[in-house]
């Protein structure tokens, strides 16, 4: 009986430890079959999860190494973070590629521009070359076309440094009252607008505002001469100065031929001139409007134009207001006018 049981516990602790080794056995297969399947599966999940990240290293590889701005993502899928990233990207490179586009455009107009009087003078002085028994008063005709040419060529290097300096930070500023520097461009331009028979109004509240002086002397005066150049005799400039809760505005109107509403938005870009008012004859390099552009944008603010109902235009530039006590209103001078209640213009 003894040895009975003895033979029963080996052969139970002999099961036991079989079933413990096969337990084991099975555990450690199904753990490397578990880490296997993991294993592959987050190799699969990453790869595909990876995939738009591949894209995105890829098209940002092709761009700095071919330069071609042209190149997007377009990514597809859900609208998660690499996909917001993409686009990001995209707009970008779209942002860039207009940008560079724009740069090009304006250096081949500017080129263009500069080598139109150099052109001039050099077919001016090599006819007078050609010619041995060239009059003085040829030669002196001569003197007056390169004369002129040159003065043209000053003008649009100074107009293509102003536009440069409008369009960088400020590194200076002082309050500035817009009514005190439109009195002062408007006394300035007096006899021309007398002398071509133009009115020019004012309605000039003191409204100020900080930043560059010289700039914003130079933002308004190119919108009197710019208003003035396009004009006709007997018609009438007007500039207003108002301000808002927290803006101060800006507006010079004037009379002329009709501007057509599909040519307002390019005004404020450079070189751009409407076929039949605003050719090179008149003396403006299309750069005027660009740098009250550039201006308004370095001061934080905006202009924008409008077709005025009659023929002429209407330029609105808006800046941030600065509180300041207003300074005692100066009349104007010349043929201008100080109107104290303005009356809204009529715009197109």
């Known amino acids: 009986m ?3 049981d003895q033979a029963r516990r080996a052969a ?15 555990f450690a297969l199904a753990l490397l079959g578990t880490t296997l399947v993991s294993l592959l599966a987050g190799w699969i999940v990453a790869g595909r999860a990876l995939r738009p990240v591949a894209r995105i290293t890829a098209t940002a590889r092709r761009v700095a190494a071919e ?13 998660d973070e690499l996909r917001e990233l993409a686009d990001t990207f995209d707009t970008m490179l779209e942002r860039l590629d207009r940008t560079f586009a724009s740069q090009r455009s304006f250096v081949a107009n500017a080129s263009h521009e500069l080598r139109t009087p150099l ?3 050099r077919a001016e002085i090599e006819e007078r070359l050609d010619d041995p028994c060239a009059s003085e008063g040829e030669l002196r005709e001569m003197a007056v076309v390169v004369h002129d040419a040159v003065g043209r060529s000053e003008a649009l290097i100074r107009s293509l440094l102003m536009l440069a300096r409008g369009q960088d930070a400020l590194r200076h500023r002082e309050d ?3 009514a005190e520097v439109g009195r002062a461009v408007v006394a300035r331009s007096d006899p021309e607008a007398a002398e071509r028979g133009i009115g020019i109004e004012l309605a000039c509240r003191p409204v100020h505002c900080r930043g560059d002086r010289e700039l914003l002397e130079r933002l308004v005066a190119n919108l009197v001469e710019n208003a003035l150049r396009y004009n006709h005799t007997g018609g009438v400039v007007r500039l207003e100065t108002e301000l808002g809760d927290h803006s101060a505005t800006l507006r010079v109107s004037n009379s002329g031929e009709v501007v057509p509403a599909e040519a307002v938005s390019q005004l404020f870009e450079p070189f751009f001139r409407v076929d039949s008012s605003r050719s090179r004859d008149s003396g403006g390099a299309g750069l005027g409007l660009s740098i009250v552009a550039a201006v308004a944008a370095t001061h934080g603010g905006a202009a924008s134009a409008a077709a005025r109902e009659g023929g002429g235009l209407v330029v609105t530039v808006t800046l941030p207001a600065h509180a300041a006590t207003p300074a005692a209103e100066h009349p104007a001078s010349g043929r201008s006018k100080r109107i104290e209640q303005p009356e809204p213009e009529a715009v197109a």
């Open 12 to 26: 139970e602790r002999q099961v036991t430890a079989d079933i413990h080794r096969q337990t084991a056995i099975d």
């Open 67 to 79: 330069g071609d701005l042209g190149e997007r993502i377009a990514l597809e899928g859900p609208a």
């Open 119 to 121: 052109a001039i003078m």
């Open 176 to 178: 500035v009252d817009l």
């Open 2 to 4: 003894l040895r009975f």
